[in-house]
């Protein structure tokens, strides 16, 4: 039970951090909404396009949260990154 008290404080600690930038607005939203599609959504909404200004898809989106990205903390990446990998493999 601690282990998982300390997983969701780390979780609320992460969306309490101000949004710096359009890569932390995409990890965050995905923590947010643990959905590949609902994170797709709110980027679509916000306005959001890939370096080649086209819209993200949801396998876009799946290949960001897994790369190394140096303009987002560590910890949001790593959240990110956990629950990814439990989505895929509850598919």
Not at 13 to 37: C, G, K, Q, V, W
Not at 82 to 89: A, D, E, K, Y
Request: charged fraction near 35%; glycine fraction near 2%; charge should be positive.
């Amino acid at each position: 039970v601690n282990e998982q008290i300390e997983k969701l404080k780390k979780i609320r600690d992460i969306l309490l951090m101000p949004i710096s930038n359009e890569e932390h607005f995409i990890f965050r939203a995905y923590i947010e909404t643990e959905s590949l599609e609902r994170t797709r959504k709110m980027i679509t909404e916000s306005n959001i396009k890939k370096d080649d200004g086209n819209k993200y898809q949801v396998n876009d989106i799946s290949a960001f949260i897994s790369k190394e990205c140096a303009c987002v903390d560590k910890d949001t990446q790593e959240v990110a990154r956990t629950i990814l990998r439990r989505n895929s493999i509850k598919r």
